[in-house]
């Protein structure tokens, strides 16, 4: 983090002389614009026959100076903008390693099946984004195929979000009616919080809508049991002063603009949940671990070539030390063998012995003796064969 905030330091620097110049740029232009037309009225005025053409020589002397001038000026301002775009350039250099092909194995994405699975998930994210021409062109152009029934929830879902944007919640509202039970089993407050914003949408409307607003308020009669009845209360209690305007009232709180951003939030979450999808992208989750991993990849690499320790670091499945991404992507439970010190995978699963304790395949084939298992945090003996593997 700290790489980043010295070249945005430094980036800070040209945008802010950017402004400068362009400022400066206006006001000396605009200054040599108002010379010249003034210079150029007095000619019209006194007529080239009536001035002294000494004085004429002399003022167009001056006028063309002045031009000179301030051409030199600026260009020499530009210069000084073009040193700066340089500097940004040494500070990127300087703080970041562009050659990161040390910390990533040269045949990862030669198997035919890795290179499918990246374009799949670089497909997937531009359906999730609403790009759906660039999904198509990389579909014909890389040879991926992708189902029309995997394509067409991330169309309806694009469509609903670009209206909620729009401020629109009918297509939201159909959807969430349409989906209501599997809704409902998922516990999602989605279409009480449609039908709350719609509400309040015909509150900002005045007297003019009271009479919808108190036919609407019946779509809240099904969620009373489901929802604490303070918020169905508070909606209606607000219509007591729509006469003076909910914005001057104790209820302006429910006018609060972040709330469009909340419902498209919580109509993704559930969306993807109906459709057994991740909320964010996965290549966007791989790409910003990533961005948060490769520095220390990078770190390590440095320190396991000064000391010669080649062999710590085999571009296999793991890594020689842990790296923290935060609780952020956390995803599943890790095992790591307490014997070994060694995290567990589908070669090297956890097993349990028959006193409870748990270690891996490896320490158990390590410690087996003789065709006996003496437990190392206990002393009771067991035949290897007991031990079961457990999946977290």
């Known amino acids: 983090m700290e790489q980043c905030a010295c070249v945005e330091r430094e980036l800070e620097k040209v945008l802010t002389r950017f402004l400068m110049y362009g400022h400066l740029s206006e006001e000396s232009l ?7 037309s003034e210079l150029r009225g007095q000619l019209i005025a006194y007529g080239v026959q009536d001035a002294d053409l000494s004085v004429l020589s002399q003022s167009m002397a001056q006028c063309c100076k002045n031009i000179k001038d301030t051409v030199q000026m600026l260009a020499s301002r530009h210069k000084d903008i073009h040193g700066s ?47 759906l021409s660039v999904a198509e062109d990389l579909c014909q152009e890389s040879g991926v195929v992708i189902d029309t ?17 729009m401020q629109d919640l009918r297509p939201a509202l159909e959807w969430a009616v349409a ?3 599997r809704l409902l089993d998922l516990n999602s407050t989605l279409e009480f919080k449609l039908h709350r914003l719609y509400f309040i949408s015909l509150l900002t409307g005045g007297m003019g809508n009271q009479l919808q607003a108190l036919q609407y308020a019946r779509h809240f009669q099904p969620f009373a049991a489901q929802h604490q009845r303070a918020d169905i209360q508070i909606l209606m209690g607000s219509l007591v002063y729509l006469r003076h305007g ?5 209820y302006r709180s429910l006018l609060e603009t972040n709330q469009w951003a909340e419902i498209c939030n ?94 891996s395949r490896d320490a158990l084939n390590k410690l087996t003796n003789a065709g ?21």
């Open 149 to 165: 029934s995997l394509k067409q929830p991330f169309l309806e879902l694009n469509r609903i979000l670009e209206a909620l944007r």
């Open 372 to 392: 006996k298992l003496k437990c190392p945090y206990c002393p009771m003996e067991q035949n290897p064969s007991d031990a079961k593997q457990i999946y977290f």
């Open 246 to 250: 909910i914005e001057n009232s104790p």
């Open 179 to 181: 989906n209501r039970q």
């Open 30 to 36: 605009d200054e040599l614009l108002r010379y010249v």
């Open 266 to 359: 919580i109509f993704t979450r559930d969306a993807c949940a109906l459709l057994g999808l991740s909320v964010e992208s996965p290549l966007s989750v791989s790409f910003a671990s990533g961005c948060m991993a490769l520095p220390v990849l990078m770190n390590i690499k440095q320190v396991i070539e000064q000391r010669q320790c080649s062999g710590v670091w085999t571009h296999k499945d793991e890594l020689p030390i842990e790296i923290d991404l935060g609780k952020k992507c956390w995803y599943h439970s890790v095992f790591a063998c307490p014997i070994l010190r060694q995290q567990t995978s589908e070669s090297n699963p956890p097993m349990k012995l028959m006193c409870g304790h748990v270690i």
């Open 85 to 131: 775009v340089s500097k940004v350039g040494k500070a990127i250099d300087r703080n970041f390693d562009a050659e990161v092909s040390a910390v990533v194995a040269e045949t990862v994405w030669d198997s035919p099946e890795r290179q499918k699975h990246m374009s799949e998930s670089i497909v997937e994210h531009l359906y999730r984004q609403g790009m």
